[in-house]
């Protein structure tokens, strides 16, 4: 568990990160715009969850 940690934590971080920056720069459709943040919100809960995750089974 503890190897894989650091791999999974940076792909969940780094689809937030993508999700951000398509976020920002599609600001001109408020349609696409806010539904791609809604994915951002759900991939930080995600995120989460895996810390949350490593926190309680690492040890």
Known sequence: ?????P???AVALL???A?????VFKM???RRSNRLMRWRVALQALAL???ALFFLLGR
């Open 28 to 30: 001109g459709d408020p």
């Open 19 to 23: 999700v951000l920056v398509v976020g």
């Open 49 to 51: 969850l895996i810390l």
């Open 1 to 5: 568990m503890h190897d894989a940690f």
């Open 15 to 17: 689809a937030v990160l």
């Open 7 to 9: 791999y999974v934590m």
